[in-house]
C-alpha cells in the first residue's frame, strides 16, 4: 500500500485546496505558500515514492504531467515568459 500523504488529501478532496484541474492520473492545485506570482503544483493522482518506483505502465501519467503544465502555462499567460 503506497504511503499516505498531504497531496493525497488533497486528491481526494479531503482536505481543502484550490483546485485547478483534475483528471483521472493527474491534479493541479494553487501553492498555498507560493512563490511567484503564478504557483501550481502539477502532481500524479498515482502515489510514486522516488524515481526508482516508476514504471513503464507510468509514461501516459507522467507525459500527462507536461501536457497539463502546459495547458495551465497559457491559461495563466505565462507560456511567453517561462516557468
Given at each position: 500500500m503506497a504511503e499516505e500523504t498531504i497531496f493525497s488529501k488533497?486528491?481526494?478532496k479531503e482536505i481543502?485546496?484550490?483546485?485547478?484541474y483534475q483528471?483521472?492520473?493527474?491534479?493541479?492545485?494553487s501553492?498555498?505558500?507560493p512563490q511567484a506570482k503564478t504557483h501550481i503544483l502539477?502532481?500524479?493522482n498515482k502515489v510514486i515514492p522516488t524515481v526508482n518506483?516508476?514504471?513503464?505502465?507510468?509514461?501516459i501519467m507522467l507525459g500527462r504531467l507536461?501536457?497539463?503544465a502546459a495547458k495551465?502555462?497559457?491559461e495563466e499567460g505565462i507560456a511567453e515568459d517561462g516557468y
Open positions: 488533497i486528491i481526494r481543502p485546496a484550490n483546485i485547478v483528471d483521472e492520473l493527474v491534479t493541479a492545485f501553492d498555498i505558500s502539477i502532481i500524479p518506483d516508476v514504471t513503464e505502465q507510468d509514461e507536461f501536457s497539463v495551465l502555462a497559457k
